[in-house]
């Protein structure tokens, strides 16, 4: 309970006992009949004499309790009558116990009649009479979130059950209105679909922010069948806490409604088939998961989604809703490529088609309301040449990258496209890194929080690098054959010497490894880093199980400390990620026991330095005890 600051009028004659006189039970008496009190014997010279046992009532009326304050237990009180407000007292739960009998008397304490002492002018806070300074109740203006969030990622929705979440603040009824003092008061408990709902918007939102700002989403659902879009929020929610029974009902009613005869095919359709296909194919369940993208795609076409009027036609002249379908249309393009990219069992149907949807705007206008006016493809593919400073979002650069592996998967013989095939790719996944701009070249945005749109869009490049020349590289990939979690093993032809190719690979996996180094929960990233990752882990395996010396070993240690230890995090939400997770492990041990087989091998060592032998042995020893480390105690 907070404390207030009394009134100079009323601070002399409030209690001075202790904090069983201030919130004095209610006796029993009817309202209309005032608890009976005692009068204070009178001292010589007339005053009250403060040292006799303090007056006791039965009760205290509503006001006075509500102030804290002593009530003289007449009706109307004597406060009552000075406010002129309503005297009411209540019959008290506990019942009335009668006056204390023999209170012991307590030598330190100071009476209200006792003058306080002088102090130079100085006010003591422990004192009677001293002025004291009494804080103001804290505000949710005034509430700092990090004392409570120990991980807060960049996302303006609170957690589901944070200490945010729980405080509100309300006007006490029985104050009057001059004072306005706040107090706290107990919130409705959430409901778990509520709370899987605020796990959406937590956790998976900020990698797929398609569908309408929560506020707006609710109040949107008020006024418009919803449900089908509501229960896959839900449902995907769910994957990040923990729902218990309800996660499976919500898979089913999320399902049965999307599927429904009378489902209406439109932009809210799109949005929950594409929720429900991510939360599918991160949970291992891909081949329901490209059926719901197939699905989905032929009813983006068919309703016209990528095409610019759609967003005119169907937003109702509200720029936010406007922005939602476009933004509806660019998401489920840039999923249909990674599923495509991460997986290799389809094709990127969406790259063929020919969308001039306008870009989406960045995330803090979009959730503010203040959308801009749209630019398109070819403002940004003219940016170069047209000589126009344009500001593009980093949405934009996210479908810019998910472009180029649309390109790469359309070269002829893309297994194993020619060398001017893959310096062609080369040079629009060059070109995009270099031409960022400098609010871009990482993935922080201006306030130093995570931009999880340039965390993809950086995250695709590297991926489209390792995918690109993988094939031409001289980097044994068979030591890894047995990580499949996201996508068949990829056969590569060793060299004795590394090449232009090897470098790149070897460049973009130990980029990926960085990207874990961000400073946020990594549950919050889209669930297709996890593929990400197999693929950064697969190119450092494989260099790892090379025969001779590695002189960055240490570095490598890190790197595939690093995946790991973010796969077993993913684990937790994304069963793909456990599988993958668990697969690393089994290729690590293996590369382990051949690499000890070898150094068992006196010939293995000729032409190393002693210090080069110790150091290899070391590094090896300390990478698998680190790996057994973390595995033993990951789900």
Known sequence: ?????????????????????????????????????????????????????PNTVQAACLACRAKHLKCDGKNPCSRCQVSDAECIYVASRRGYKGPRRNPAPNPNKRHATDSPPSVGGDSCPMLLGATVSTAAPPTLGTFNPVLALPESPATPFAPPGSGLNS???????????????????????QTVPERCVDSFYYYFYPGHPAVLPKDYLLKMAKE????????????????????????????????????????VKDGYLVQAMVILLIGLDGSCQ?????????????????????????????????????????????????????VAGVHRQTNFLLFDIVADVGLPCEEHEYLSGSVPRPMYLEDFDDQLFSGEEREFSSFAYRVASIRNLGRMMRLPNSGFPNEENVNRIESLLSNWRMHLPAS???????????????FQAHMINHACSIILHQPLSQLDSSPARDVTACAPHRAVQSGENFNIHTKHIITAACEISKMVTYNVPITSHTHFFTCVLTLSSIVHLSKWALEFFIHDEDDLRQQIRLNIGALNKLSNVWKAASTASAQVRGVAQEIYRAKKAQQSNPSFWVGFTQEEIISSMAADEGIMSEINTMLTSAP
């Open 440 to 454: 871009k070249q990482d993935s922080l945005n201006k306030d130093c929080q995570l931009d999880e749109m340039m």
């Open 167 to 189: 405080i509100q603040l309300y006007r006490n009824p029985y104050l009057n209105g001059t004072n306005g003092a706040l107090v706290e008061s107990s919130p409705r408990p």
């Open 286 to 338: 891909q081949e329901k998961a490209r059926e719901i993208l197939s699905d989905v795609e032929r009813i983006a076409i068919e309703i016209g989604l990528y095409t610019r009027a759609f967003a005119t036609m169907n937003g109702g002249g509200i720029p936010r809703l406007e922005e939602s379908w476009r933004r509806t249309w660019w998401d489920l393009f840039v999923v249909d490529g990674m």
């Open 1 to 53: 309970m907070y404390s207030y600051s009394q009134p100079a009028s009323v601070a002399s004659s409030t209690s001075n006992g202790s904090p069983t006189e201030l919130f004095n039970g209610l006796g029993s008496e009817m309202p209309n009949q005032p608890p009976h009190s005692t009068t204070p014997m009178p001292s010589a010279s007339g005053a009250v004499d403060a040292r006799t046992p």
């Open 224 to 263: 418009r069948d919803l449900d089908h879009l509501l229960a896959a929020m839900r449902w995907v929610g769910s994957l990040y806490i923990d729902a218990g029974p309800a996660r499976a009902t919500f898979f089913e009613e999320a399902m049965r409604l999307v599927y429904a005869a009378d489902v």
